[in-house]
């Protein structure tokens, strides 16, 4: 009985339900676009990373965290220093120049990139050959509506796009080491030196006459360096991820809870009838946090379908801000808005509740 007189008084008002639901759906994807922001960046910062193949990352003393780079600090000489240790294969030192977010311009010696990766996958062109050469990768290219044989102005320069590549590998925008250097002022400087070992058993000790070799330098083994792009790790992505959930239940709270008075308020004469046939007070209000609960499971359904519109806007408009859909978060979502709706549900009903029946049955 309770469903029925539920999906009736749904029914019966269906502006005031359909944008209720509407307005209980816009925090929901609110928080999943959000999640699946974090989630996308850090795999693809993971993914490119690994892309290296490299055992070991070296970098400067100011470096404090793996998604912040610090400036190019390392002698470029330290890499071939690092190459004569034992057990060790190969070193590249490169150098980074931060861009608009998330995109950021890498500096690569062009041989020694080939002979640590393994090469890029081109999807058109090729390798950079002249100074003015650059490469850009299949997100990149398609946001800047560049191709092969065009041009792209970066950091004030007229570059000559060489390349398109595939994503997997280290960079999005890749240029001469030696042009980057001199841009950026940091003649003979690297941010960072990438080192791979002979055999994966001696990476332990390779790191240990590292650290002890380079003691004002960082030293990590690339899972440790990959680790820290984990989005539970980056510095304020969980603090504000939290700030949304919780504005997510504040917006679930006062929107269900307005609808649900105004619903009370209109309905004054129905529950006094209810009341009239005896009708208890946990009736009452189970019909009134019934009501609320499933507009909030509507909220949820809508605020996943418009997750996958705000995932194809972002695409659409900024296609190097890699998003996924995280349907992990499904539930967790439909649990925050739920919770808001059930709060915002109980002043409301236990106002239903508490009515008399002759007064309500009177009221016009």
Known sequence: ??????????????????????????????????????HGMSEDAQRRQRGVGADIIVRG?????????????IPEAMAGVIEKQPHVKLALGVINHG???????????????????????????????SEDDILLDRYVAEQKNAHVGGTVTILNKVWHVAGIIDTGKLVRIAVSLKVLQDLDAAHKDVTQIYVKVD???????????????????????????????????????????????????????FVVCLSMYMAVLQRTREIGILKALGAGKPFILGIILAEALLMGVGGTAVGIVLSYGAYALIRALVPTMTIIIVTSWWPIAALITLTGAALGSLYPGWNAASHDAIEALSYE
């Open 61 to 73: 003393s100011t470096a404090t965290s793996a998604v912040t780079f610090s400036p190019a600090t």
């Open 1 to 38: 009985m309770i469903a029925k007189l539920v999906l009736e008084n749904l029914k019966h008002r269906p502006v005031r339900s359909m944008l209720s639901i509407l307005l209980i759906g816009v925090p929901v994807t609110l928080i999943l676009s959000l999640v699946g922001l974090t």
């Open 199 to 253: 055999d994966p058993a001696n990476i332990p000790l390779v790191v240990k006459e590292l650290k002890n070799l380079l003691p004002s330098y960082s030293v990590q083994t690339m899972e440790e360096y990959i680790a820290a792009f984990d989005y539970n790790r980056i510095p304020g992505v969980s603090q504000f991820t939290t700030v949304v959930v919780v504005i997510g239940v504040v917006i679930g709270f």
């Open 99 to 129: 861009l608009e977010l998330p995109l950021v311009m890498t500096g690569i010696d062009m041989e020694k990139f080939n002979e640590l990766t393994g090469g890029f996958t081109y999807l058109a062109g090729h390798g950079l050959r």
